[in-house]
Structures are given as C-alpha cells and as structure tokens.
C-alpha cells in the first residue's frame, strides 16, 4: 500500500480495533488505580496509622502517568508514522 493510497476496510477496521484496545486498557489501569488506592487509604484511616498509603499511591501514579502518556502519544503517533513514511518514500524514489 502506498503512503497517499486510502485505507481498506480491513485496515480501517484493524487499527480502530488497536486504539480501542489502547484506550480501554489505559481505562482498566485507571479505574483499578482508583479502586485499589481507595481501599488502601480506607484501611489506613481504620487502624489510623501513619500515611504509609501514599508510597503506592505515588508509586503506582507514577506508573498510571507514564501509561497514560505512552496511551496518548500511541494514539496520535499513527499520523506521525504515515508521514515520515510517506518521507521515506519520497527520498528512496529521488535516490534512484
């Protein structure tokens, strides 16, 4: 398939099927984070102990922040791709 050929269904369909993927997986991390933490942070307020909750809090935050930005340039890094392809092209045809 050439850099400035429009996509098949097929193609279409698989890369929807990809960001779908990324974007879900990114939500189950979120929403797992939150999940967790909160019951981390109930169970250290019962036996009212000191704020040892916040070292997996950041921790883990730490770990959701670097997905999500993963997630991010993932999703509109396909654009990116496409150009320099198209780029690629260009130079191997002039190089002939």
Same mark, same amino acid.
């Given at each position: 398939? =050439? !850099?400035n050929?429009? #996509?098949s269904?097929?193609?279409i #369909? &698989?890369? $929807?099927?990809r &960001?779908?993927?990324l974007? =879900? *997986? @990114?939500?189950?991390?979120?929403l797992v984070y939150?999940?967790?933490? %909160?019951? /981390? +942070? %109930?169970?250290?307020?019962w036996?009212? *102990?000191?704020?040892w @909750? /916040? @070292? !997996? +809090?950041l921790g883990?935050?730490? *770990?959701? %922040?670097?997905?999500?930005i993963? =997630? @991010?340039?993932?999703?509109?890094?396909?654009? +990116?791709?496409?150009?320099m #392809? $198209?780029d690629e092209?260009?130079r191997? &045809?002039? %190089? &002939?």
């Amino acid at each position: 398939m =050439t !850099p400035n050929s429009p #996509l098949s269904e097929d193609e279409i #369909l &698989r890369r $929807a099927k990809r &960001r779908v993927g990324l974007k =879900t *997986g @990114f939500k189950i991390h979120a929403l797992v984070y939150v999940l967790v933490n %909160a019951g /981390l +942070l %109930a169970i250290n307020l019962w036996n009212g *102990g000191q704020r040892w @909750f /916040l @070292f !997996p +809090l950041l921790g883990w935050g730490l *770990g959701l %922040a670097i997905h999500g930005i993963v =997630t @991010f340039i993932a999703l509109r890094g396909e654009g +990116l791709r496409d150009r320099m #392809l $198209a780029d690629e092209v260009e130079r191997v &045809r002039k %190089a &002939r």
